[in-house]
């Protein structure tokens, strides 16, 4: 039982030691548990030691944990993090409260259409693929502005940043250059006049990496929960 709790400690003192080493204040710094393929049991766990934003890769998984946990939804904020079909965007504007993974300007109407009027914005960051391959989900770097610049007129919603999930890459001078180009292209989106504050970088191998060139939310998961199968 303690062992998630346990990993918290460890996984936001890493995060501390990263801020310092970067001259950066802890609090500049928010952690996003990752809970995907754990369940409902385990995430009432992580938020009973203090956590409260979750990350879920799969839209229907995501949507039968906030199910499972209505107790404490008010509490708590739901993240998706995961590729996200047309046809499921009705049900992601009615249930989380942030979408990571946003790479098409169409899917960002649908959210903006549908995110119930009762609710705050739907807040966004959209995914970019920085690595430039053909395989990689996110949108192309080239065109970014001007679909960043369409999705932050849209009702209903606020754009707040950019988010990356980069090759994964063991030498840190290797991932500090990927991390890098997702914050220069944020920098590039702000100089245009875009009232962003969010960089989603960082995940349990590369968070030091991210914390180093400027992420403002990693998401966390192996560190806090175990291997995944
Ligand atoms: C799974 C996942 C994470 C967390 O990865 P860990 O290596 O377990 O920390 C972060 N971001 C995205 C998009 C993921 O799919």
Redesign the pocket.
């Known amino acids: 039982m303690a062992t998630i709790a346990h990993n918290i400690q460890q996984t936001r003192a890493r995060m501390a030691r990263a801020c310092a080493a970067a001259s950066r204040r802890a609090e500049d710094v928010t952690l996003l548990v990752?809970s995907?393929t754990f369940g409902a049991g385990a995430v009432r766990e992580a938020c009973a030691a203090g956590e409260h934003r979750f990350?879920e890769?799969y839209v229907q998984e995501g949507l039968d944990k906030i199910t499972a946990l209505a107790d404490l939804r008010a509490g708590l904020e739901w993240h998706l993090?995961?590729p996200l079909q047309s046809n499921k965007t009705r049900a992601v504007a009615a249930q989380f409260d942030w979408v990571?993974?946003v790479d098409r300007l169409k899917i960002a109407q649908r959210l903006s259409e549908q995110r119930p009027p009762q609710l705050p914005p739907l807040q966004l960051c959209l995914q970019v693929n920085t690595s430039g391959e053909m395989s990689k989900s996110g949108l192309p770097v080239e065109g970014l502005a001007d679909v960043a610049h369409a999705v932050a007129s849209l009702p209903r919603l606020r754009l707040r940043g950019l988010m990356a999930?980069p090759e994964p890459v063991a030498d840190i001078t290797a991932q500090r250059q990927a991390h890098a180009r997702l914050r220069q292209l944020f920098e590039s989106l702000v100089r245009s006049g875009l009232p962003l504050d969010t960089l989603s970088m960082g995940?349990?191998?590369d968070l030091e990496a991210a914390i180093a060139e400027s992420a403002t939310m990693v998401?966390?998961?192996?560190?806090i929960f175990g291997p995944?199968v």
């Open positions: 990752v995907k990350g890769n993090i995961g990571h993974s999930v995940m349990t191998a998401r966390v998961g192996s560190a995944r």
